[in-house]
């Protein structure tokens, strides 16, 4: 194996660990609530698909954007990777709400979407800086799982 294949394996798995983090607190916080068993197993299932879904059209999408913009989708990426960054540090100065969270029908597929945008713009970037799509897709799916 080639010593930049392993540092792109590398990367993409702690992406993927990232990503599935996010999936993870979502799980704690549910957990947290009066919710059935039943009802905890919906939303973990709809979240997890979600998180497996979105990194997987994000990459699509921006593999076929950036056969479209060639010179100029390294650096969107990287754009859009740093806007992520930040986005997520000010997210952490946020006053977080201590409202009850019941999502059922189409509030359960919009929660679980809002739950996993930051998967998709992840599957966006690496998808504009040319990864290969099967990799990416089994390391989210399998940190998204875990």
């Not at 059209?57 to 954007?65: D, E, P, Q, T």
């Not at 992520?84 to 100065?93: D, H, R």
């Not at 509030?107 to 599957?123: N, Q």
Request: aromatic content about 8%.
């Amino acid at each position: 194996m080639e010593i930049q294949h392993v540092g792109g394996v590398f990367s993409i798995l702690c992406m993927a660990i990232a990503l599935g983090m996010d999936a993870f607190s979502v799980g704690l916080g549910m957990g947290m609530q009066a919710l059935r068993l039943k009802r905890m197993f919906i939303i973990g299932i709809t979240v997890g698909l979600f998180h497996v879904l979105m990194p997987f059209l994000g990459l699509v999408l921006g593999a076929f954007i950036s056969h479209r913009l060639e010179g100029i989708a390294i650096l969107a990426a990287g754009l859009l990777l740093c806007a992520i960054g930040v986005q997520m540090m000010l997210q952490t100065f946020q006053e977080k709400s201590s409202d009850i969270l019941n999502p059922v029908g189409i509030g359960l597929f919009l929660f679980a979407l809002s739950v996993s945008l930051d998967s998709f713009s992840v599957g966006l970037s690496l998808g504009l800086s040319g990864v290969a799509t099967a990799l990416p897709s089994f390391y989210s799916a399998s940190a998204a799982c875990v």
